[in-house]
């Protein structure tokens, strides 16, 4: 079967690799344990000699919906954790661009805040058709440090990745493919198998000129993103204890309080927000 992890499990399938985040009663929100190992997972699979194309999906009805209210309100006034956070940030949005074989995202349901980061960050983005994206950093009063200014300037365009980076809105399957942010919507009842077929598919690719090309890709992408990924998550560090990001987490989290499920999944940002972002 391969790793499990309280929060993150990986099977095997073959020479596939299923890496599932694993908070489903949080809606995968993004606590601290699932944000320092999403930075090591990827470093495990890369010296895994038997992988050949992994598959990312969320367990439950939520790929990712965000980060925890208490994990960012820990953010306010513990220092060493806000470097934490940032280094880690740093960590997984570089893993993913260097990582050297193909990941399809199998998105389930809501991937937001660093959830839409980790989904965007795959190669491939395979969406279940009632599913979303939303990077509402902004509207909790962060700034999209954790792969929004990395990524979406690559994958539409400039003035709609303003839009949707500016504002937070959701964006439907079917918008993000006509985006350029997924490739496919898919029923929800086949997006496994949809996400394995093809993933299967890339697995039986050459490999060396496969992983050459992704590898040539990457140089590409960090070439083009550095020094906005480094802009953004100094900015982002900043904006944690901004007074805007205090008053709208502690709204958020009093709102939470009053809802009897989900109490504390989809705050995120680069640490969480509102149906989410960590």
């Known amino acids: 079967m391969g790793e499990v992890s309280s929060v993150i499990t990986v099977e095997a399938d073959g020479d596939i690799r299923i890496v599932t ?154 918008t993000a493919v006509e985006l350029g942010l997924a490739n496919r919507t898919v029923p929800p009842e086949d997006l496994q198998k949809e996400a394995l077929a093809l993933a299967r598919r890339l697995a039986a690719q050459p490999a060396e000129a496969l992983r050459a090309t992704k590898m040539a890709l990457a140089v590409v992408v960090e070439q083009v993103s550095r020094g906005g990924m480094e802009a953004a998550l100094m900015a982002e560090r900043a904006t944690m204890t901004s007074p805007d990001h205090i008053r709208i987490v502690e709204e958020l989290a009093s709102r939470a309080r009053r809802r009897p499920t989900d109490a504390d999944a989809g705050a995120g940002a680069g640490a969480g927000a509102g149906a989410g972002e960590d």
């Open 21 to 174: 985040l694993n908070r489903p009663e949080r809606l995968n929100g993004v606590s601290e344990e699932l944000h320092r190992r999403l930075a090591d997972v990827w470093r495990e699979l890369a010296d895994d000699p038997g992988a050949r194309a992994v598959v990312l999906t969320g367990a439950g009805r939520a790929f990712s919906a965000g980060g925890d209210f208490e994990h960012l309100r820990r953010h306010h006034g513990d220092p060493e954790l806000r470097e934490r956070s940032i280094r880690l940030d740093r960590s997984i949005q570089t893993a993913m661009i260097r990582f050297p074989l193909p990941v399809v995202a199998a998105v389930n349901g809501p991937a937001v805040g660093l959830g839409c980061s980790l989904a965007l960050g795959c190669d491939l983005v395979l969406m279940a058709e009632d599913a979303y994206l939303a990077d509402p950093h902004v509207s909790v009063g962060l700034v999209a440090g954790d792969g929004g200014v990395t990524l979406w300037p690559l994958l539409t365009s400039l003035l709609r990745a303003k839009e949707y980076l500016f504002t937070g809105d959701r964006i439907p399957a079917a």
